[in-house]
């Protein structure tokens, strides 16, 4: 039984009674009016599937009605009822090619093959108009899939818009979520003196309103907005929300100023359906770029460690070059000519060799002590991570007048070689800082541990500096100690934050995983600082 609904209008009462029994005992459900004024009341307030409509209602303009009853289903079907000698005259309504001609007076069987054959229409209008709204989004899809450059994006997105709502005008405005402000990223048929300085708060405006309410707009008649530009006023206009998860990022616009007729609610949900895939692409697309800018600096990170370990290299083997392996030598010129003199019997002479061959072996050793200090401190394993600390602080507060002091409020038990190492050297590279730079009276370090991190924090009542000027580059000065520390961190999986204390000076929060993956085997130690840092 079908369900459809028809609206009939006609002036002649046999005509809409014989039409709507015929109708109602097919099983539609059918709404009469008398006069093109009902008739339009009725068609802006319910849905119908056909909507037939006499041509001889002195107020009523056919192609009017059908267009005020697709406003509220796009995929109405029409049949004109005419008399007779229309019909033989070969009459066409408007536009005929989604209408039907029934002549009157028109018995049983004709209304019903021309009924059938309307609503068959209409099912393969709604067939194409739902491919319609597949193509696009195929496009946008594939777009999604083969386009990350956000630019590039936003221009296919405004194209693919302008071409499916054969509209004039398409701009796609994306919000600063720190300002609140949208702006226009890309547009097709507005002027660029619009583009460029169009900025419309959350809130105001139609776009801002949008934004503020993530709700779409459809608007018919005059528009009054900053994308009609001087003496071009926008007859028709929709406004959609960009969204990702709920979240608006953007508003997607699309205007009519020249052409004739409105935008339907198909458009509107064309439109709709085309945002959801494009908010998702940009969204995509803006990670890509995040996930690039990582990768550069992961890079940049990356040889800045190699670069560091290379002269870490050239430092430890020029030291060793430069007084142990001196001293060795001399040492063991010293034996030989020891042991040359107690073979004549000179004992005397023999034992100041001897003597001063111990001398400098007492000398090597020491240096040797100096460099494996900057290696590996010893105090880490002689006192422990936190006892290490302590004696550092100890020496700075000497050294600096710097009130400073050690918190540790809980330390997990076992922390691996690496983890300490890598706590040591950032606190160390921290109170470097403090020494050389922010001119502080108090600094504090603390250490916190929950279920899943170690928490280092290392504040100073100092200062204070640029951060986000130093930020992934080296400083000015040429320095590269808060790279290191960054780099320290993200070897093992952690994060590493610099920013201003409040009440003045610097924080730094270095952050690691408990069960940090030690990608630097336990058995060799990281590289010492050296010169930097
Ligand atoms: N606690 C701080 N207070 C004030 N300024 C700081 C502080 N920490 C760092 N800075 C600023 O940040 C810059 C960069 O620090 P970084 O440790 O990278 O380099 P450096 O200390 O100048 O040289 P290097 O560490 O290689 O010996 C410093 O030159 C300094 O201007
Ligand atoms: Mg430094």
Redesign the pocket.
């Known amino acids: 039984m079908p369900q459809e609904r028809v609206l009939i209008v006609d002036n002649e009462r046999s005509v809409i009674a014989m039409a709507a029994d015929a109708l109602r005992a097919l099983g539609y459900a059918v709404v009469v009016a008398e006069s093109g004024e009902d008739a339009m009341a009725v068609a802006g307030r319910e849905s119908f599937d056909l909507v037939m409509a006499g041509d001889t209602l002195p107020d009523l303009d056919p192609a009017a009605l059908v267009q005020q009853s697709r406003s509220l289903n796009p995929n109405a079907s029409a049949v004109i009822m005419t008399d007779r000698s229309n019909a033989a005259a070969g009459f066409k309504p408007t536009s005929t090619a989604s209408r039907l001609v029934l002549a009157k007076p028109f018995g049983e069987d004709d209304l019903k093959s021309t009924v059938l054959q309307a609503l068959e229409k209409r099912d393969v209008t709604t067939e194409v108009l739902r491919l319609r709204t597949l193509m696009p989004l195929f496009e946008v899809s594939s777009a999604l899939m083969s386009e990350v450059k956000l630019d590039r994006l936003f221009d296919l997105i405004v194209d693919i818009v302008k071409r499916e709502t054969n509209a004039d005008r398409v701009s796609l405005m994306v919000l600063d979520e720190s300002s609140q402000h949208l702006s226009i990223e890309a547009a097709v048929g507005l002027p660029g003196e619009i583009v460029s300085s169009t900025r419309a708060a959350v809130g105001q405006g139609i776009a801002g309103s949008v934004a503020q309410s993530g709700e779409a707009l459809l608007l018919n008649g005059a528009v009054n907005h900053a994308w009609a530009g001087e003496g071009e006023p926008i007859t028709s206009a929709i406004c959609v929300p960009l969204k990702v998860k709920g979240r608006v990022i953007g508003v997607l616009n699309s205007s009519n100023i020249v052409r004739q007729g409105s935008f339907t609610r198909s458009d509107l949900d064309m439109m709709t359906i085309l945002a959801g895939q494009a908010a998702i692409a940009i969204e995509n697309a803006r990670l890509f770029e995040e996930v690039d800018a990582k990768q550069a600096t992961l890079e940049q990170l990356l040889g800045e460690l190699l670069r560091a370990q290379e002269e870490e290299r050239q430092r430890i083997s020029t030291e060793i070059h430069d007084s142990v392996a001196q001293l060795m030598v001399s040492a063991s010129y010293h034996t030989q000519s020891s042991s040359a003199l107690l073979a004549q019997s000179k004992f005397d002479r023999a034992r100041d060799e001897a003597e001063f061959a111990t001398k400098i072996i007492g000398k090597c050793v020491k240096e040797l002590r100096g460099i494996v200090t900057e290696l590996y401190p010893p105090a880490l394993s002689e006192l422990g991570l936190l006892g290490a600390l302590q004696e550092n602080v100890e020496y700075f507060r000497r050294e600096t007048g710097v009130a400073c002091r050690v918190l540790s409020a809980t330390l997990p038990e076992q922390l691996s070689p690496v983890q300490e190492m890598v706590i040591y050297r950032v606190v160390q590279?921290?109170l470097?800082?403090?020494w050389?730079?922010?001119?502080?009276t108090e600094a504090q370090i603390s250490l916190d541990t929950n279920a899943s991190e170690i928490t280092v924090e290392i504040w100073?009542n100092?200062?204070?500096?640029d951060?986000g000027g130093?930020r992934r580059t080296?400083?000015?000065?040429?320095?590269?100690?808060?790279?290191?520390?960054r780099s320290r961190a993200q070897m093992l999986g952690g994060n590493l934050t610099?920013e201003p204390r409040t009440g003045g000076?610097?924080r730094?929060v270095l952050t690691i995983p408990r069960s940090s993956p030690d990608n630097l085997s336990r058995n060799s130690q990281p590289s010492a600082k050296g010169?930097?840092?």
Request: glycine share 22%.
């Open positions: 590279e921290a470097n800082n403090i050389k730079h922010a001119q502080a100073d100092g200062k204070g500096f951060v130093t080296k400083s000015q000065s040429g320095g590269v100690g808060l790279l290191n520390m610099i000076g610097t730094v010169g930097v840092g």
